[in-house]
């Protein structure tokens, strides 16, 4: 202080200079980004007690990690009880929590908590390096809570690398064997290559709205004639998206990476980094592209139905479980693609469709992948064939993985029918010829779908067990646990639940400028 | 904001004249200054090894330097075959070349006890630096850190394997001390809320409580001085050209003009970063302090003698430790650079940021700012000693589980022991094999 | 010397001129090196090339005017970046001299594709910003314009960062550890 006022005195002129334009400290609403700070806090926490308590520690890091996960739950729920205040807008737009992103970050921390349940087992019994493993989950859970409310460009981006670049390493976690090594360098690359476009497509956006906001983005998108610049700014940014989400023809990475990555995390790559995907594309296409829907329709028709067919001819060919849940998650995405074939018109109604899917999609199969993680414990392999007898030796388990099958398939009354049944209304509301033949596409396809999934069923019921051996599986805790919160969701969100699930989901409306 | 005042309106033939004089003046100045560091070093160690040092040529050995330097210029350039001959060429330059375009951001004179450092001529108001960039600091952390490019490149092009090994190790080296070197300017950069070298001068010129020394609290200046010695490859961190270890180092494989070029480059950084030293943290060429009774001069030139003389205390510091202080080993480089520099000029900024937001009265704990400010004084002493403690737990633990699975690797297995045993029986004592031999021999 | 004082003032012809052909030499400069970034059969020289490509991009930050960016750019990508990207290169195969084994078949379809991309990039920007004209009296983009953006609106993605880096580091540390 002595210093600067002496230079004030003596010199003026320079002190002028050097003065700067007082920093105005923006306003946090502290309730509002509670979930992120919880589990930012929780995950240091864990980071700190396995530093410090080493091998002592080991085994309460997946119970404090699943602690954290229901602990950043609490905001959310309270957020959600203070309807009155919602949207709460920061930092000038660029960071909104409404019902939609609240919704969301319900769903990414319940699937995180259920990752975690089914990872304990597995890390412990494999020996892995299970303590950062833990880590890395909640930073990338922490980036999918920031993608839901994320607002503008550079929030997207960051929030997506945060949810990716754990991914690629856990991805190769089980080091030993060469296809958890392929698998990670697989998934970065592709994962690295799809930043890139995105990251073009986006400077180009921010080229021409001079700012990063995705409304700011709108505005400029939506005035004067379309220019060749408006398209290829689109279409690099979808393309860097489709990567993430595994569309057709950016999937080709998903099935090597699904089958080498440990078993848990592939269940987070196929639902939670996944959604996390859908997120931001949900987010950039319709806050901010909706004037230029003529070009994003088509795109994302040709995606969509690409997506879906493709993933489900490969699909029916597999013989590996895990490589046919991943290639079914390709289809899936197909699926949850179609509503952005017609968002021009209805993108309220769009976005509660996929936030639906998403959510019923988590459940159906993280339960899957549950049991397929229960069942390998016993048999020690990811073949279909290997399931053959099952309802012989663990009936509850093959009743489980029927539930979850025929919601996959979308029959009545487990959830997944409603997921799909909101896709055919969005699609066929409208009555345009786009949307309808997408529907059709899509019906075509869950009939397809069916196939595989029955193929599964007829081995778990007819067939007799391949080695004969008809022992009891035991499933400990965590997987039961596991087992229990999917079962349940998966059941009641095609029954009894439709009702307040729709309300949520509507809730979930956009509410677009 | 940075700039010479004369740049403020328009570029003109003449202003860019002076430019280039400035350029031209500098560079002889950076040449000359090094000249007599490489003489200065090398008679300061001798005396401190109690020998004489060079003595003949010129008046104290003055001219030693120059004398070397022809002497090299005429010997034979040698290029190895297996060298990539463009890259080992190119090499000595791309070390030079940093030292010199940092120098240009070093205020050397002018006078700062009263005015603000600047002089006149031809109508034109300059500062005495070659170019006072707005972005100062960073420009002189990205040219510190493509130094490195000289020796990294000068090992790899060399097509040897101690040079390589050596480029490795200065890589690694200069990444691992950058971070403290970097962290440590923050400190600084907070007090001086600019970028601009000349600015900072200004803004320490005046008073002993406002050379950023003493207004940052000592420690980054420890910290920058430790790793700016680190990043000079100077002793005690001169792993790069370990001669026990690596030949030669870096540039075994140079000769003639070539390898001058590097030994100019590596005085030139030394007497860059002592210049930096003295503008960052000890005012430049303004006075340290108010001198009570006597009035000097308000030239120019007092500015550059004050400079100087700042320079010289740094520059014999640097021979000190390299004429004192034994190399480290490499874990112990790595060790004390990340374990230590870092974390401490890291914990450092944290708290002189609470420090300045509390003494703003920024916080509002107690009405008054002297209040906050203790008690952000006390809390930060406490959170780092709880962290400290906390890194100091963890290494303990990480120990004592290091020491128990090597034993229980060495319980496990057990043939460790037998096949260090079964070593020494094939191999024996020298002896015993001989009279083995012999009484075969006999037979 | 500093851009500072071709920018804040307002811009001559002649200035516009020395502006522009600094702009064009360095553009010159950075797609030569470019392309011999991906042409060369040296490792080590594809990284030098790649060297002055962003050298390149950094000096045409400084022409704008954006001399924070500029910094960081060669702070980050020169100082950074590239040393670690050749540090691992000199670990793994310093080879001197040129590898064959660098080339793959599908260089030309690859060459195909880029001047494809080339000409439709090129052309949508062009058509897009061809008539568009820097402003005659810049502000230089300051420090702390930067500074006040990360701490403000950017304050989210800021802190993301830092978990980002930190589980990345803990996420290597496990992978690339011999055990």
Redesign the interface.
Known sequence: MIGANLLGSSFGGVLAQIEQTPFVRPHIDWHAVAPELVLLAGGALVTVVDVIGLEKVRRIIPSLTSLVFLAAFVPVLTLWNQQGDLPRVMWDGAYVVDNYSLVLKGLFLLSGYVIVLLSTNYMLEGDYYDSEYYQLISASVLGMLVMTSARDLVSIFVAIELVSIPAYLMAAWRKRDLKSNEAGLKYMLMGVFASALLLYGMSLLYGMAASTKLTDIAAALSIGESKPIFTLAIVFTVVGFGFKVSAVPFHTWAPDTYEGAPTPLTAFLAVASKAAGFVALLNVVIIGFPGQADVVEPLMWVLAAATMTVGNLIAIRQTNIVRMLAYSGVAQAGYMLAPLAVFGDRPGQATSAVVTYLVIYAAMNLGAFAVVIIAARKTGSGEISSYGGLFNYAPGLTVAMTLFLFSLAGIPPVGGWYAKFEIFRVLTDGGSGAGVSLAIIAAVNSVFAAFYYLAILKQMWFMPAPDGDHSRISIPPSLQAALGVTVFVTIVTGSVLIGPLSDITKLADLALP | ????PF?????DFG?VLL?LVMVVAAFVICLVATMLMVWFERKVVSRLQNRIGPNVAGPFGLLQTLADGIKLFFKEDIIPT???RF?FQLAPYLSLVPAFLTFTLVPIAGDFS?G?GSSTVFGREFYWQV?????GI??F??MS??G??GI??A???S?SKYP?LA??RA??Q??SY?AALGLSLASVLLVA???STH?IV??????L??LNVV?TGFVPFVVFLIAGTAELNRPPFDLVEAEQELVGGFHTEYSSIRFALFFLAEFMNTVTMGAIIVTLFFGGPAPLFDFPFIDFPHAWWMGFILFFAKLLVFLFIFVWFRASLPRLRYDQLMDLGWKLLIPLSLGWLLILGGIRVA?DGNIGIVDDSIGDTIIVLVLGGMVLAVGAS?IM??NR??RS?RLRNEGLVAVANPDLGTSRAADHATTGPPGASHDTAQVGADH | MTSLGILAAEMTNTEVWVTNSFFLAIAAVSILAALKMVTTDNVVHAALYLLIVLAAVAAVYVILGAEFAAATQILVYIGAIMVLLLFGVMLTRAQIGSETDLDHDQKWIGALISVVLAAVMGYSLWEAFSDAKLPDNRVPQGTEAVADSIFGIYIVPFEAISVLLLAALIGAVVVARRD
Request: no cysteine; glycine share 14%; aromatic share 4%.
């Open positions: 904001m940075g700039g010479h740049l403020a309106d328009g570029v202003d430019s297996r060298s990539d890259v009263g603000n170019a006072d960039v707005p972005v960073l420009f952390l990205a850190s493509l490195i490019y990294m490149l090992g790899w092009s097509g390589l480029s490795v890589s690694a200069a990444i950058e809320g600019t970028l600015d200004l803004g320490q010129a005046g008073s409580q406002t207004a003494r906390l737990l963890a633990n990480a589980e």
